[in-house]
């Protein structure tokens, strides 16, 4: 089979050809039909996480090895199946990527996410840019409904990923003002998602004047993040703060906004993975009342909320467009030069 895989960290992804992956016991095989590409991937490729202060999170030393097939938001054909896996032959489904031992207290109480030797597809083991995936039980193939796979696809992370972090926002009221910060992907992932978790008022923020613009239909502000003055923009528009903020970019700039943006008792859910670090006054988390979440993509169960909720015909989803694998370095380089709006997914 065809995939494209890292065989040096920090180098552009190679085309390697090898067999077709055999199912065993409760695996599942499914052919690929498409995969999102997400930004995490580049940061995986390059090997590490940025920590701020010169540290950094060196992927080799947690389980992330070479070479590696990436790839986590996967829709596809079930093609083969294990002999203690009872699944359809020929159906489609969207699969659930973030997977864990199994055996944990953990897992073993669903809650995967915090497995602490996860078997994660597209990290610990072969993801989606390769022609075929191997998943280890037909629970984590989730049926469409009238889904297009592609949407489906990306739902598997950034759907995912906005709808778990908008789940860890306080309930809000008409008057209270949630805060998504950036503008790509995730965040107009969120956008399409916020209005049938909360009814607040919603005001995006980002630096690219055509992310913003396609922002602006959903949203009931938008304001450019590197102007000065779009902090007190925001504090007058929300009377005072914003009850919730997810910044979905991670930057020290993003952090350092989201605190001074949030009103007493607010909450910001930090997701973004862009890297870096931050001081942070401890005393006025207690004296302001705010909470810090870390929210990282979704549970099984999240997902298959997710998927019902997006099966609605009012719910908006992001625009996904579809390339070929092999544009696979050349879309790499897109997203990081931020020309990206909306997903691309890497087809087969």
């Not at 995967?112 to 610990?124: A, H, Q």
């Not at 805060?179 to 399409?192: D, H, K, M, R, T």
Request: proline residues 6%.
């Amino acid at each position: 089979m065809e995939s494209y895989q890292v065989l040096e960290w920090g180098q552009p992804l190679q085309r390697v050809l090898g067999a077709r992956p055999v199912p065993s016991g409760t695996e599942v095989l499914v052919k690929v039909r498409a995969c999102g590409v997400c930004h995490s991937d580049i940061h995986i490729r390059d090997g590490a996480y940025d920590l701020g202060g010169g540290k950094s999170i060196q992927l080799g030393l947690i389980g992330i090895h070479l070479p590696l097939t990436m790839g986590h938001e996967i829709v596809g054909t079930v093609v083969g199946a294990g002999p203690d896996a009872r699944v359809e032959i020929g159906a489609e489904g969207v699969v659930y990527p973030w997977i864990g031992c199994g055996a944990c207290r953990h897992c073993l109480k669903g809650e995967e996410l915090d497995c602490e030797t996860p078997r994660s597809l597209g990290t610990r083991r072969p993801g989606g840019y390769g022609q075929y995936v191997l998943v280890p039980h037909p629970r984590y193939v989730l049926p469409l409904g009238n889904l297009d796979p592609l949407v489906a696809a990306s739902a598997a992370c950034s759907g995912l990923t906005a709808y778990s972090a908008l789940k860890k926002l306080p309930a809000t009221g008409p008057e209270e003002t949630i805060v998504i910060i950036g503008a790509g992907g995730l965040g107009l992932a969120a956008l399409g998602l916020v209005r049938h978790l909360h009814a607040g008022r919603i005001v995006v923020l980002d630096s690219n004047p055509d992310k913003l613009a396609l922002a602006a239909s959903q949203a009931d502000a938008v304001l450019d993040i590197s102007d000065p003055g779009s902090g007190a923009a925001l504090r007058a528009f929300a009377g005072g703060g914003a009850l919730g903020v997810v910044d979905f970019v991670g930057l020290p700039q993003t952090f350092e906004w989201s605190m001074a943006a949030l009103r007493k008792g607010g909450t910001l859910v930090e997701v973004g993975l862009f890297g870096g670090g931050v001081l942070l006054s401890i005393p006025v988390l207690p004296m302001r009342n705010l909470r810090l979440l870390g929210s990282y993509v979704g549970s099984l169960r999240e997902f298959t909320e997710l998927l019902a909720l997006l099966n609605r015909p009012e719910v908006k989803t992001v625009t996904v467009q579809g390339r070929p694998i092999a544009e696979i370095n050349d879309i790499f380089e897109d997203i990081r030069l931020g020309r990206v709006a909306g997903r691309v997914m890497a087809l087969f």
